[in-house]
């Protein structure tokens, strides 16, 4: 078989847990199968580095910041091709660029466009471990791009989807994919299976156990996808297409995004054109939108309000006013202490009263929903984020108590 595994930086993140790792590759690779890994880097690394160049410079380019931020990677895949070495077998580290792994020149968030399989099938013919920085790539100008936060995941399912990979195993620091973060909730139960959908939903929605984009690229081209522990060998969880237990189960999981701001816009004109004026300016300044809410109109004015994320906040506030003449509105007001909270599951579309059962559990917690916003398979609430812990624990009570 042929099998692609991805360790995440908590499982890379000291020399002992290197050598850890290296057992782990070692055992599957002396079953007799050929092996591809990804690494992301060690510990907080990604972090530091981070924090290194804001020590330089408040606002660096995104391209240098990709010049720093791969460096993590590829330290961490010649540690482990040192500690497979002096396991005495074949071994051999890559990074993007000695790949292939082709992305688009969005620094800090790109995308890939196409993996070389050449050079890894060249090396899994000499019967070598491979092991690929993750997190990397290149792009059309020669230049180095990362692929945004947690993308040492994509990496891994883009690989396994190039060399038709029988499976593509991702190990971390917990036992698999739980119905909530089981940092947060300790009665959080381990699902045995999810389908690509849930998960994407999950992943979108602030479960950072995947990276979202991984999860896509593994559903569109019907990768093999195990979430599994690096800490103790048992089956992990099993991301798929249909699951058996789907009609079962209420919900599969429940998310909290911490990452959101609110905007209100007050007092705009009640009257055609305006929703889709504010609205453009935000696409103008590339900004995300994710729930949106417009009032009943009243006097003539109307109000809307939407999240978008943290990060953005001041560029929407800015996009916003800077239309202020043109759109006409009274005051804008923003809110960056809320939380969004989501419920998951494929079931909902087929079972009624879900909503009505995580609303119940909110009100019974006495927390109160700001907005709403649902589709076939979530519903997300933005509440305030003092209580979003409380509202996990909440709903989690109520789903699978
Ligand atoms: P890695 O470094 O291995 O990529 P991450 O920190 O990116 O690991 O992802 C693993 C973490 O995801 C876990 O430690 C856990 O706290 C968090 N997490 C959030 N939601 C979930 C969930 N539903 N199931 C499992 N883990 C979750
Ligand atoms: N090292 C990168 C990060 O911390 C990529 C990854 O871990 O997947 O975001
Ligand atoms: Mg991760």
Redesign the pocket.
């Known amino acids: 078989m042929l099998i692609v595994q991805k360790f ?2 908590s499982s890379v993140a000291d020399p002992e847990k290197v050598r850890r790792v290296a057992g782990i590759i070692a055992d599957t690779y002396c079953e007799g199968h050929d092996v591809v890994v990804v690494l ?2 060690q510990g907080k ?3 530091h580095l981070i924090e290194m160049a804001r020590q330089i410079n408040e606002r660096p380019s995104k391209r240098e910041m990709d010049m720093l ?1 791969s460096t ?2 590829q330290m961490s895949i010649a540690l482990m091709a040192m500690a497979i070495e002096r396991m005495g077998l074949p071994v051999v580290s890559l990074c993007a660029w000695q790949v292939g792994l082709e992305t688009n020149c969005a620094h800090c968030n790109a995308q890939i466009l196409r993996v070389d399989v050449d050079r890894l099938q060249a090396e899994l013919d000499k019967r070598r471990i491979v092991l690929v920085a ?2 990397q790539g290149l792009a059309r100008t020669g230049d180095i791009t ?2 945004g ?5 994509t990496t891994a399912v883009a690989i396994a989807a190039a060399l038709h990979a029988d499976r593509c195993q991702i190990f971390t620091d917990v036992e698999g994919v739980y119905t909530a973060d089981p940092r947060d909730v300790p009665d959080a139960r381990k699902l045995a299976e999810i389908t690509y959908d849930e998960m994407l939903e999950l992943a979108s929605l602030g479960a950072k156990v995947l ?1 979202n984009r991984s999860v896509l690229m593994a559903k569109r081209y019907g990768v093999n996808l195990e979430v599994l522990s690096s800490y103790v060998r048992k089956p992990g969880t099993k991301v798929k297409e249909v699951v058996k237990t789907m009609e079962e189960m209420k919900i599969s999981g429940i998310a909290k995004d911490l990452n959101v701001a609110r905007i209100a816009v007050i007092g705009l004109p009640d009257e055609p054109g305006m929703a889709f004026r504010v609205f453009r300016a935000l696409a103008n300044a590339r900004i995300n939108v994710d729930i949106i809410l417009q009032s009943v109109g009243r006097d003539g004015t109307n109000d809307i309000s939407f999240t978008v994320p943290r990060s953005d906040l001041e560029a929407a506030r800015e996009a916003i006013e800077a239309y202020r003449d043109v759109l006409g509105f009274d005051h804008v007001n923003v809110d960056d202490k809320v939380a969004k909270v989501s419920i998951v599951g494929a079931g909902m579309m087929t079972a009624s009263g879900i909503a009505a059962m995580m609303f119940e559990a909110l009100s019974d917690a006495k927390i109160n929903i700001q907005m709403i916003s649902t589709s076939e398979i979530k519903v997300s609430v933005l509440i305030d984020e003092a209580y979003a812990d409380r509202a996990v624990q909440a709903i989690h009570e109520a789903f699978f108590r």
């Open positions: 995440g930086g992301s880097a690394t990604t972090d931020l993590g990677e993750g997190f990362t692929l936060r947690g993308g040492s995941d990276h």
